[in-house]
């Protein structure tokens, strides 16, 4: 499966953005689906992760602000985020595998990412 992220950008301090995965190949639906993101001088961290059977998991500083969700019939992952704050910024990336793992080194190839930049 390779997967490209997109949607990412420039928003002010309680601004919203969906950021889209999309993933080339077949099977999709059989896979965990999760996001993470990486801050500048800070390891590479789970933000919310979507198994095949649409069971959710969330980082504790995104919940209830940010949502996971996928699109089978399009082979398509989606965050969306909400109320963003500046701690929020980083390089956001899309992964997939047979389930959630929250250790960046158990997925073994990585995609370019998407910038999010919470500023006012």
């Known amino acids: 499966v390779q997967l490209q992220a997109s949607g990412g950008g420039l928003v002010q301090p309680g601004g919203s953005l969906r950021l889209s995965c999309v993933a080339s190949?077949?099977?999709?639906?059989?896979?965990?689906m999760v996001w993470f993101r990486q801050a500048p001088g800070k390891q590479r961290e789970l933000v919310a992760g979507?198994?095949?059977?649409?069971?959710?998991e969330y980082v504790d500083s995104v919940k209830g602000r940010f949502t996971i969700s996928r699109d089978n019939a399009k082979n398509t992952l989606y965050l969306q985020m909400n109320s963003l704050k500046p701690e929020d910024t980083a390089v956001y990336y899309c992964?997939?595998?047979?389930?959630?793992?929250?250790?960046?080194?158990?997925?073994?190839?990585w995609g370019q990412g998407t910038l999010v930049t919470v500023s006012s």
């Open positions: 992964n997939a595998g047979l389930q959630i793992a929250s250790n960046a080194d158990e997925y073994i190839k």
């Open positions: 190949g077949d099977y999709f639906g059989i896979y965990a």
């Open positions: 979507i198994t095949s059977d649409g069971s959710t």
